[in-house]
């Protein structure tokens, strides 16, 4: 089997349900009626990472890909500006070659991954004629991601740390945890979906235990849930 032969299969396939005779829900997706369905997608694949749950990986993905094929296909019909999955791949396969001229050509810039990742930046900066240091930072990401984000930029822009927020409330002192995080190496949107994941598992079982010795979980008291909090 050719690489990327099944890739091929699946735009036929989604090129199929877009078009007359196909899927009735297919055909009135919009890109804004498809939004909620990619972060949804995005979230269980970060979950199926986080659960090294191979299968559910493999699946994962393939619904991601599934949105992109989607929003492609719905692209392909836009009245004014139209472009196609075959547009999305030429973009992205340009801008993989131009960011890595270590690879495709000779950067004397590039040595190891972390001068990598700081040649990405500049070449990113001067190809998008950016302005500011933290152009192009989605600042629709999740909060704990944004603030993680923001603080990586700026610190590349030799911005200070004692000019981070250092207000007393705790929205600019979970900025600043999560910016200071960061900073040191740390991912605090990850950690911190650690931490509740943990967090859930602990309160399914002490549910669980309660429930073993007779209680109606959704009615425990404090003392309960002390008495079957996992230790």
Request: charged fraction near 30%.
């Amino acid at each position: 089997m050719t690489p990327g032969e099944k890739l091929l299969e699946a735009v036929v396939v989604m090129d199929r349900l877009r078009s007359p005779g196909g899927c009735p829900w297919d055909a009135e997706q919009t890109h804004e009626s498809l939004r909620q369905y990619l972060i949804e997608e995005c979230f269980e694949l970060i979950e199926a990472i986080e659960d090294g749950d191979r299968a559910a990986l493999r699946e994962e993905l393939g619904d991601v890909l599934l949105q992109v094929l989607f929003h492609a296909r719905v692209a392909q019909e836009d009245p004014d500006d139209p472009f196609t999955i075959d547009d999305v791949a030429a973009t992205l396969s340009a801008k993989l070659i131009g960011r890595h001229p270590h690879v495709f050509a000779t950067d004397p810039e590039v040595r190891d991954s972390a001068t990598q990742e700081k040649r990405w930046e500049e070449l990113k900066q001067v190809e998008k004629k950016r302005e500011s240091s933290i152009d192009g930072v989605a600042l629709g990401a999740p909060a704990l991601a944004l603030a993680a984000k923001l603080a990586q930029r700026t610190a590349r822009a030799g911005f200070p740390v004692d000019l981070l927020p250092s207000g007393d409330s705790p929205a600019e002192q979970l900025f600043t945890t999560a910016a200071r995080a960061k900073i040191s190496g740390e991912e605090p949107e990850g950690d911190v979906r650690s931490v509740a994941r943990k967090f859930a598992e602990d309160v399914r079982t002490a549910e669980r235990a309660a429930k073993d010795a007779g209680l109606d979980p959704s009615a425990l008291s404090e003392q309960d849930w002390r008495r079957f909090w996992p230790r």
